[in-house]
T-cell receptor
Framework: SQTIHQWPATLVQPVGSPLSLECTVEGTSNPNLYWYRQAAGRGLQLLFYSVGIGQISSEVPQNLSASRPQDRQFILSSKKLLLSDSGFYLC???????????FGPGTRLTVL | AQSVTQPDIHITVSEGASLELRCNYSYGATPYLFWYVQSPGQGLQLLLKYFSGDTLVQGIKGFEAEFKRSQSSFNLRKPSVHWSDAAEYFCAVVLTQGGSEKLVFGKGTKLTVNP
């Protein structure tokens, strides 16, 4: 099975500061990669997904961006954080939407 | 619109009691359905999935779910709940949009288990 690593585990950032969250995957090649945000009582919101290196699809207009510089590396970024960016960010990997997605442990982001 | 609904935000059961978590979907074709579990502060783990065939699906940790097309439901069940089952449970459906498939989650049901 796949193993998903995410760091940092927790992050507290001031409004207007930049952001970089990293996700790496072990145990598979050429996976689909996903970034989700989870807010209390609102389930998981898909932010970005990638089917290959350099291929990024955005689901929700926002001030976040994603990049996939290597096959098993997925990065979530922002140039200037907003208060509304606070949440629990999850990276996931899967061979296709029809297959099981493996989730990382998540990053708790608090924007003050 | 294609979606998945979990009507119960929070459920409390006693240890040893039976459990049923509800999930309803809105989808024109035969859906691909999943149940995931999330322990506090952690990622999600797949419990079970339904693609086709037998409508009663067995999963890990003693969970099962039944697909009922007539009711557009995919409810999760467990005959006897353990304290370690306390977690948040998410139902999900594969959504086809714009030629691509994505996993869409319900808002989750938080399960509390009383001793």
């Amino acid at each position: 099975s796949q193993t998903i690593h995410q760091w940092p585990a927790t992050l507290v950032q001031p409004v207007g500061s930049p952001l970089s969250l990293e996700c790496t995957v072990e145990g598979t090649s050429n996976p689909n990669l996903y970034w989700y945000r989870q807010a209390a009582g609102r389930g998981l919101q898909l932010l970005f997904y990638s089917v290959g290196i350099g291929q990024i699809s955005s689901e929700v207009p926002q001030n976040l961006s994603a990049s996939r510089p290597q096959d098993r590396q997925f990065i979530l970024s922002s140039k200037k954080l907003l208060l509304s960016d606070s949440g629990f960010y999850l990276c996931a990997s899967g061979l296709a939407a029809y297959n099981e997605q493996f989730f990382g442990p998540g990053t708790r982001l608090t924007v003050l | 619109a294609q979606s998945v609904t979990q009507p119960d935000i929070h459920i409390t059961v006693s240890e040893g009691a039976s459990l049923e978590l509800r999930c309803n979907y809105s989808y024109g074709a035969t859906p691909y359905l999943f149940w995931y579990v999330q322990s506090p502060g952690q990622g999600l783990q797949l419990l079970l999935k339904y693609f086709s065939g037998d409508t009663l699906v067995q999963g890990i940790k003693g969970f099962e779910a039944e697909f009922k097309r007539s009711q557009s439901s995919f409810n999760l069940r467990k005959p006897s709940v353990h304290w370690s089952d306390a977690a948040e449970y998410f139902c999900a459906v594969v959504l086809t949009q714009g030629g691509s498939e994505k996993l869409v989650f319900g808002k989750g049901t938080k399960l509390t288990v009383n001793p």
